[in-house]
């Protein structure tokens, strides 16, 4: 491969995507986005030092508190204070959510990229792969696979990816089935490059946002699979402070003590209003061009 | 208009090999277990006698392939196996437990476009305004919050505080079934409208600037009539593939909950049944709610072709 061809390639790259012209911080979903999660995050790792109360350690002296000056949200049937037990709460649940999506993007988009550049048999193996999982309801194989694999943090990562890697594969191969034809991509390989480079190098930069858009909407479905899990009994075992087991343990006291069931699930809402807004924000920003 | 049915055939044999992948799936549940699986479904009851029985059941001596086969085999034939829990063919368990969870999935259904279509019309009449807005929260907070949880705060406000309905179980004679059947439907019609919402209002908002209703309002059409006689029918068109791809997500929910409201659905069998580690139930309960999902896909590009002129699924385009 000659370097002028290879000059010549790399000058008929598709230009980045016409950005909106306003900064991302004058983007005020995204902002929002931002903040709320920010906060939360900040929230989760500061736990230890924003409350003086172990979320773990039982005093049944002081069960079932109604909320008070030194237990703002009142405490729990075994004591426990409840806003410990939702900061706690949030270590287990948004790292779990966070962390989860990363197999399934990695795994989904790499399988989906390759099956819509190379097509052929690959493409036809992995779109009926994804179409067989697609005929399960995310919670019904998430469920199953976790009683499965054992209750436990590792296995809802393994039974979040093999659910939902589906996606990413389905996102970007219909990325790829685009790209692949595009001028930028076919100068690239007419001047020579390997397949390789052509995946890597040009095309993935310039479909990986929709993948990342989705991205932020499958962490709130993964945390909500997380606190489903808690809710059923079949997540993270307790006493780990956990939102969906606290929801289980709260929904005994529904008549007499309701925040205890309601502050949890509160909890999980504005993490899903954050994430959302974060990402219709990023959508704004990587491609302006889809929205209408 | 039967002419336009032609690709049914062609797309259920496509769904043949999606069926096949479906039964490995669900056989492979089992040998995911760690160890001997009869060993880890019978627990602390296991007797070596009895793992043996349990393994002859399971047909677990035999080699994997084979065990596939004559699973698949006993499936032909219609059975799935006996509960380990109630010692009863799995088939009547399920057949008893499906017209619960079908008729909840309908009520869920009605309810959710009884919420959506209006608030979808609200929307998109004034897009950008305040009742737009408004709209947008209702969605993004629909979204956000668990099933489950929506319907412990129905059943605290409806239920508890209001006493307006009941606060779980099925009822016993046929009018009551409604009645009870409110406070989850409504559940999952919350869960399941901020994505019709979303779609509806935005193919209104295409269909409002689009001649054909410029014309109509130029010949005096306006508001409820223009909505229903010119907009709605044209509007829904995108949503019927988003329903039904949310119909599959909504089964899935409503797994869950039934477990909350006592249902003895198809969602309340398989979740006891994990706690009994009663494996033939849950493979039988698994493999008939993907086979409803790929039914319903079916369905929904039959609606979609029955209510659109334009979309021509037996053209070779397509397939």
């Known amino acids: ?292 | 208009m039967l002419d336009r049915l032609r690709f049914v055939p062609a797309r259920l044999l496509q769904s043949v090999p999606v069926v096949f992948g479906v039964t490995v799936v669900v056989f492979f549940m089992v040998h995911l277990l760690p160890g001997n699986p009869a060993l880890t479904i019978l627990g602390q009851t296991a007797t070596p006698d009895r793992v043996a029985a349990l393994n002859t059941q399971l047909g677990l001596d035999k080699p994997l392939v084979d065990q596939y086969f004559i699973f698949l085999g006993r499936l032909f034939r219609g059975s799935l196996g006996d509960s380990l829990t109630y010692q009863r063919p799995v088939l009547e368990l399920v057949l008893q437990a499906i017209p619960i969870t079908l008729s909840l999935l309908v009520f869920a259904l009605v309810l959710s476009l009884v919420i959506s279509v209006p608030l979808a019309a609200l929307a998109a009449t004034a897009p950008g305004r305040g009742r737009d807005l408004a709209v947008r929260v209702f969605t993004l907070l629909g979204q956000g919050m668990p099933q489950f949880w929506v319907g412990i705060m129905l059943i605290l406000l409806l239920g508890v505080k209001l006493r307006l309905f009941p606060v779980g179980g099925y009822g016993m004679t046929f009018g009551e079934h409604p009645y009870y059947l409110f406070l989850p439907a409504l559940t999952l019609a919350i869960a399941m409208s901020p994505t019709t919402i979303r779609s509806l209002r935005a193919s209104t908002i295409n269909v409002l600037g689009s001649d054909y209703v410029g014309t109509a309002r130029s010949k005096g059409a306006a508001g409820v009539s223009l909505f229903r006689g010119h907009v709605l029918r044209n509007a829904a068109i995108p949503t019927v593939s988003i329903i039904g791809v949310n119909l599959g997500y909504l089964v899935g929910g409503s797994l869950v909950i039934e477990k909350v409201f006592a249902i003895p659905g198809l969602g309340s069998l398989m979740i006891n049944a994990i706690f009994t580690r009663d494996f033939p139930t849950i493979q039988a309960v698994a493999l008939f709610v993907a086979l409803f999902v790929i039914v319903v896909g079916i369905l929904t590009d039959v609606v979609y072709t029955l209510i659109d002129p334009r979309v021509d699924l037996s053209s070779k385009e397509r397939a």
């Open chain 1, 1 to 292: 491969m000659t370097t002028a061809v290879a000059t010549a390639a790399r000058a008929m790259r598709r230009p980045a995507r016409s950005r909106s012209l306003r900064p991302w911080y004058r983007n005020g979903t995204l902002v929002a986005g931002l903040v709320i999660v920010g906060l939360l995050l900040l929230a989760a790792v500061l736990a230890p030092l924003l409350t003086p109360f172990d979320p773990i350690e039982q005093d049944l002296q002081n069960a079932l508190q109604s909320p008070s000056g030194s237990h703002w949200l009142g405490t729990d049937k075994y004591g426990r204070d409840v806003l410990t037990r939702l900061l706690y709460g949030a270590r287990v649940d948004l790292r779990i959510g966070f962390l989860a999506v990363l197999i399934p993007f990695v795994v989904g988009s790499v399988l989906g990229a390759l099956a819509g550049y190379f097509g052929g048999w690959f493409d036809v193996v992995v779109m009926r792969i994804v179409d067989v999982f697609f005929a399960f309801p995310f919670y019904v194989l998430v469920i199953v696979l976790v009683f499965v694999l054992g209750a436990g943090e590792s296995s809802i990562y393994l039974a979040i990816a093999a659910v939902s890697w589906v996606s990413y594969a389905k996102i970007m191969r219909g990325e790829l089935l685009v790209a692949k034809k595009q001028d930028y991509v076919v100068a690239a390989r007419l001047g020579g490059m390997s397949h390789g480079r052509v995946l890597i190098r040009h095309i993935t930069p310039n479909v990986l946002s929709q993948a990342l858009i989705y991205a932020m909407s499958d962490i709130v479905m993964d945390i909500m699979a997380i606190v489903t899990l808690g809710y059923l009994g079949l997540g993270i075992a307790p006493p780990t402070a956990e939102w969906g087991s606290m929801i289980l343990d709260g929904q005994e006291f529904i008549t007499t003590q309701f925040l205890q069931a309601t502050i949890p699930g509160l909890a999980v809402v504005v993490t899903s209003l954050g994430l959302s807004l974060l990402g219709d924000g990023l959508s704004d920003l990587l491609s302006p061009e889809r929205r209408k």
